[in-house]
Nanobody, 121 residues
Framework: VQLQASGGGLVQAGGSLRLSCEAS????????MAWFRQPPGKEREFVAA????????LYADSVKGRFTISRDNAKKQAYLQMNSLKPEDTAIYYC???????????????WGQGTEVTVSS
């Protein structure tokens, strides 16, 4: 499975961005999709995950109520709608996929290349 993340950019605090992750290659069926992020100088951290049918979604406490993860299986895409962005959301955002739900990096076996999000104050 190859993953391609896009949609990052520069936005002012309080603004919104929508990230996309397109899957290609081997079948992505029945796989969980997730977003992680790596702030400058920090370790990569879990942001959100969604199951195949979309009825199970997990969020990091830091983004609950502001970010929404979704997916369109027909288009082989996952999305991360980010609202009320804060400067501390500045990071490189990565999409990943796994066969089971998890919040740890090593739960996921395929990763996209990352898209940079910068939130100015």
């Amino acid at each position: 499975v190859q993953l391609q993340a896009s949609g990052g950019g520069l936005v002012q605090a309080g603004g919104s961005l929508r990230l996309s992750c397109e899957a290609s290659g081997r079948s992505n069926s029945n796989r969980y999709m997730a977003w992680f992020r790596q702030p400058p100088g920090k370790e990569r951290e879990f942001v959100a995950a969604i199951n195949w049918s979309g009825d199970i979604r997990l969020y990091a406490d830091s983004v609950k109520g502001r970010f929404t993860i979704s997916r369109d299986n027909a288009k082989k895409q996952a999305y991360l709608q980010m609202n009320s962005l804060k400067p501390e959301d500045t990071a490189i955002y990565y999409c990943a996929t796994a066969r089971r739900l998890g919040q740890r990096l090593n739960d996921y076996d395929y990763w996209g290349q990352g898209t940079e999000v910068t939130v100015s104050s």
